[in-house]
């Protein structure tokens, strides 16, 4: 992959601009076309490819618009909900991109039902399922199907690359410091973020490594962690601890 870029779009998302080389381009989760077509415009285009991770609109709301002007495959997963694809993709699938790389798609459900993680080289696409420091909200799974989801996407290489769908990391990095208050990777962390930000730049891409340090939703085993949901007891199971665990973070995000 010759470049990676986050594209800020609609309030707080990401639009991620992948170069796979010979101006071969990946583009995941277009929640507005606008962004991409002034992006789009400035290079060589070859070839656009969309990848899409789950149905909201504020991740596909740009892809018809884009598939028509630049011609772009759509893949997605198995869901009506998207009308923009023009390919289907299931759990462990793999997809030929141009420039000889690939995409293994990764079934992830919690936040949504059909929820998929793209693996491009180093590089994890997880849309709303893992956020810097957080996770998304359960809005069609349940606890235990985001823990196993997460435990899924921790298991990748430490030095991968992850490029989630908003730019939540300041906001989740307080409510990580409240149930973790004693862990140092994330104190430092938290503080390189609110520095980023407070300097205009994107605190994303993380990595499998810190996320796996610092964040919350990953460390259900942690006794700090269960020490903050009262489940110090082992036979309380990760899922549960991360169902109350996100169901704090709902109160606390007001
Ligand atoms: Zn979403
Ligand atoms: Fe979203």
Avoid at 11 to 26: F, K, P, Q, R, T
Avoid at 117 to 135: E, I, N, Q
Wanted: glycine share 8%; net charge negative.
């Amino acid at each position: 992959m010759q470049d990676l870029v986050p594209l800020p779009a609609l309030a707080d998302n990401y639009i991620w601009l992948a170069d796979l080389g010979g101006g071969h381009l990946v583009v995941v989760d277009p929640g507005e076309a606008a962004p991409v077509d002034a992006a789009l415009a400035r290079r060589d285009v070859a070839s656009v490819t969309i990848l899409l991770t789950h149905h909201h609109r504020d991740h596909v709301g740009g892809a018809m618009a884009l598939r028509e002007r630049w011609a772009a495959r759509v893949i997605a997963p198995h869901d009506d909900r998207i009308e923009a694809a023009t390919e289907r993709v299931g759990d462990d699938q793999r997809v030929d991109l141009a420039a000889g790389t690939h995409a293994v798609a990764l079934a992830v459900p919690g936040h949504t039902r059909s929820h998929v993680a793209f693996v491009v080289d180093d590089v994890l696409f997880c849309g709303d399922t893992l956020f810097s420091l957080g996770c998304g909200r359960l809005f069609e799974g349940t606890a235990a199907e985001m823990q196993s989801s997460l435990a899924r996407l921790a298991a990748l290489p430490p030095q991968t690359r992850v490029c989630c769908g908003h730019e939540y990391t300041v906001a989740n990095a307080r409510f990580a410091r409240h149930v973790d208050p004693g862990n140092e990777a994330l104190a430092e962390h938290a503080s390189w973020a609110r520095a980023t930000r407070a300097a205009g730049r994107p605190t994303l891409p993380s990595t499998i490594a810190l996320e796996r340090a610092a964040n919350p939703f990953l460390r259900c085993d942690a006794a700090a962690i269960r020490k903050a949901v009262d489940a110090l007891d082992p036979d309380i199971d990760a899922g549960t601890v991360l169902g109350r665990l996100r169901s704090l973070k709902d109160g606390f995000d007001g």
